[in-house]
């Protein structure tokens, strides 16, 4: 089975100027026909819509809603009422996508690179921000934003962030910050409170345009390449590192052969798997690399269920003609992969690095080479569980053209037990950041 992450889709900056089409306005019908359509398609897709929200309270909040909405609104006011909406049902791939493209670069937009921590909430600055007679340093801690606490700007950021674990939700916050901030709450100035070497500070600093915001870790984890490798011959060690399962499946593979022919012509002992800023993409990708590290046949998945509609069918995706909820398992439908053959498998040690943020089939990837038994995961649990929503479909909305993705199959991960669903835990917790130094030690000892 294929298992494709919205949540590379979701977060990837855009550089886009459409000054015409941000600034288009919906009437109140409009947008109303937008939520039933959104509505009509998730209920239509999804394998199981309220699993996590009882469908009682999510219509109440649709009605709410319906029943505050303007008489006219821009695309962002849209996304603003309608994306709370996908994130109560409590799947990372279902989702409204921000609408960035309708973005023209000229926004007033909050200054400061930041990152939200994922187990406490807390604001921290990732780089200086210095203008004129203001410095503001690299790991302070924001407390006020214009008057509201960091933890209330946070717990209102959420309702736009989908996922089945707070603490991924909390690092696709980090991502998307100063947009989010953007729409919630729109500013000229900011007066910042923070806290720094046992010290409270405040200073009112300017918006700047959105095209020159410099978001470190959007640019640790989209800069290029996606994927790539390093061997280290002294230490004994090889480092494959790789944001994202996307990208040309040929030339990842190609990497990966490479990859591996080096290791083994060069006698390198041990393989640290780098998947802390991976938030998915194809599960055939990592089948890829598993092909080297297993030694018998493997599937990531145990078990879909896949709901089969017409809709779904209509949507381009390849099903059974029947209607209604389709089991796949490794009976029907699931097939073995066989691994490399033995002279081109690799059987030194792995360590895999994961952290909050690794989801969907970067999640799955860990989780195979965890269970089956050829690597250790250094690192954090990932926001990817055990068992999870999976395989989407895109349409846009009628009226304001935001993209909606839908998962329409529940995916079981080989090994997963339905009754103690989780992440991929780590065998040396440590924090994300601290995972690589920790794996070097683990090979140096």
């Given at each position: 089975?294929k298992?494709?992450?919205?949540?590379?889709?979701?977060?990837?900056?855009?550089a886009?100027?459409?000054a015409n089409?941000?600034?288009?306005k919906?009437?109140r019908n409009?947008?109303?026909?937008d939520?039933?359509?959104?509505?009509f398609l998730?209920?239509?897709?999804?394998?199981?819509m309220?699993?996590?929200?009882p469908?009682s309270?999510?219509?109440?909040?649709?009605e709410k809603v319906k029943?505050?909405?303007p008489d006219?609104?821009?695309?962002?006011?849209?996304?603003?009422?309608?994306?709370p909406?996908?994130?109560?049902?409590g799947?990372?791939?279902?989702?409204?996508n921000?609408?960035r493209?309708?973005f023209?670069g000229?926004?007033?937009?909050?200054?400061?690179?930041v990152?939200?921590n994922?187990?406490?909430s807390?604001?921290?600055?990732?780089?200086?921000?210095t203008?004129?007679?203001?410095?503001i340093?690299?790991?302070?801690?924001?407390?006020?934003?214009?008057?509201?606490?960091y933890k209330?700007i946070?717990e209102e950021?959420?309702r736009y962030?989908s996922?089945e674990?707070?603490?991924?939700r909390?690092?696709?916050?980090s991502?998307?910050?100063?947009?989010?901030l953007y729409?919630?709450?729109?500013s000229?100035?900011f007066?910042?409170e923070?806290?720094?070497?046992?010290?409270i500070f405040k200073?009112i600093?300017?918006?700047i345009?959105?095209?020159?915001?410099?978001?470190?870790?959007?640019?640790?984890?989209y800069a290029?390449?996606?994927y790539?490798y390093v061997?280290d011959?002294e230490?004994n060690?090889?480092?494959?590192?790789?944001?994202?399962l996307t990208g040309k499946k040929k030339?990842?593979?190609?990497?990966?052969?490479q990859m591996?022919?080096e290791?083994?012509?060069?006698?390198i002992?041990?393989l640290?798997v780098?998947?802390?800023y991976n938030?998915?993409?194809?599960s055939?990708?990592?089948?890829?690399l598993?092909?080297?590290?297993v030694?018998?046949p493997f599937n990531q998945?145990?078990?879909s269920e896949i709901k089969?509609s017409?809709?779904?069918k209509s949507?381009g995706?390849?099903l059974?003609?029947s209607i209604?909820i389709?089991?796949?398992?490794?009976?029907?439908?699931?097939?073995?992969i066989?691994?490399k053959p033995e002279?081109?498998?690799y059987t030194?040690n792995v360590?895999?690095l994961?952290?909050?943020m690794?989801?969907?089939?970067?999640?799955s990837l860990?989780?195979?080479?965890k269970?089956?038994g050829?690597?250790?995961i250094v690192?954090?649990?990932?926001?990817?569980m055990?068992?999870s929503?999976?395989?989407i479909?895109r349409?846009?909305?009628?009226?304001?053209?935001?993209?909606?993705?839908v998962?329409?199959?529940?995916?079981y991960?080989?090994g997963?037990?339905e009754?103690n669903i989780?992440?991929?835990l780590p065998?040396?917790?440590?924090?994300?950041?601290d995972?690589?130094?920790?794996?070097?030690?683990?090979i140096?000892n």
């Open positions: 089975m298992k494709t992450s919205l949540f590379i889709i979701a977060i990837i900056y855009i886009a100027f459409n089409a941000q600034n288009q919906l009437s409009e947008v109303v026909n939520i039933d359509t959104m509505l998730i209920n239509e897709i999804h394998p199981n309220f699993a996590v929200c469908e309270k999510f219509y109440a909040e649709v029943v505050q909405l006219s609104m821009d695309i962002f006011g849209v996304y603003k009422e309608l994306e909406l996908t994130v109560l049902l799947d990372g791939h279902t989702v409204l921000f609408p493209n309708r023209t000229e926004e007033a937009v909050f200054p400061l690179s990152t939200v994922s187990n406490d807390t604001i921290t600055t990732s780089r200086a921000y203008i004129e007679d203001i410095t340093p690299s790991g302070a801690k924001i407390l006020l934003i214009n008057e509201m606490p209330n946070i950021m959420l962030h996922g674990r707070i603490f991924f909390l690092e696709k916050t991502v998307n910050f100063s947009d989010i729409i919630l709450y729109p000229e100035k007066e910042i923070y806290s720094y070497n046992g010290r200073e600093i300017n918006a345009p959105r095209k020159n915001v410099q978001n470190d870790l959007v640019m640790q984890l290029p390449p996606l790539s061997i011959k230490k060690v090889a480092i494959f590192t790789i944001k994202s030339e990842f593979e190609q990497m990966v052969e591996f022919a290791i083994k012509s060069q006698h002992g041990n640290i780098d998947l802390r938030g998915g993409g194809s055939d990708m990592g089948d890829i598993i092909s080297y590290l030694n018998k998945f145990c078990k089969v017409k809709t779904v949507m995706v390849d059974p003609d209604g389709l089991t796949a398992d490794t009976t029907n439908y699931i097939v073995f066989n691994p002279e081109e498998r030194g360590y895999v994961t952290s909050h690794t989801f969907s089939s970067a999640s860990a989780w195979l080479l269970q089956s050829v690597a250790k690192g954090e649990e990932t926001g990817g055990s068992i929503y999976g395989n479909v349409k846009k909305l009628p009226a304001s053209g935001i993209t909606l993705a998962s329409f199959a529940q995916m991960l080989t997963s037990d009754n989780h992440g991929v065998d040396f917790p440590v924090d994300s950041t995972a690589l130094d920790k794996a070097l030690k683990l140096e």
